[in-house]
């Protein structure tokens, strides 16, 4: 279990992830098995006054690994985050990753795993003036 100052800064990490692309709260229930109350709190930044067990601690730094690898996979594109973790996956044998979080540690895993090869959208560039 992280010390309770890796757990404060964790959390924080993931509410302001989650503010910032309008992620879903119960994404945090889920992972976190935490009430909806709570969930909102974090998100909002604010100092709760919720605890995490021990299993709940032991998820906090996947959830937060999950977050920041879709951020950066997906160029912090809330609308493209919100999208892949509703979209079943191959790789996750056509389960939704949102689905999966309250599956403990293998299922966070599993989609950490699986963030590499969740479709991103393309971009195209155009060159002007030449």
Not at 31 to 58: P, Y
Not at 67 to 75: G, H, I, T
Not at 100 to 126: K, Q
Request: hydrophobic content about 50%.
């Amino acid at each position: 279990m992280p010390p309770d100052q890796d757990i404060a800064f964790l959390l924080d990490l993931c509410g302001r992830i989650m503010f910032t692309h309008a992620l879903d709260p119960n994404l945090a229930c889920r992972a976190l098995g935490i009430t909806d109350n709570d969930a909102r709190s974090m998100i909002a930044g604010e100092r709760s006054g919720f605890t995490l067990g021990a299993d709940q601690a032991a998820c906090l730094p996947l959830f937060a690994n999950i977050l920041v690898r879709l951020e950066l996979r997906f160029r912090h594109d809330g609308n493209a985050m919100r999208a892949a973790l509703s979209q079943p996956l191959a790789t996750l044998d056509g389960a939704v990753p949102a689905d999966l979080l309250s599956g403990g540690l293998a299922a966070l895993r599993d989609i950490r795993a699986s963030i590499d090869g969740m479709a991103a959208p393309t971009v195209r560039w155009w060159r002007i003036g030449h």
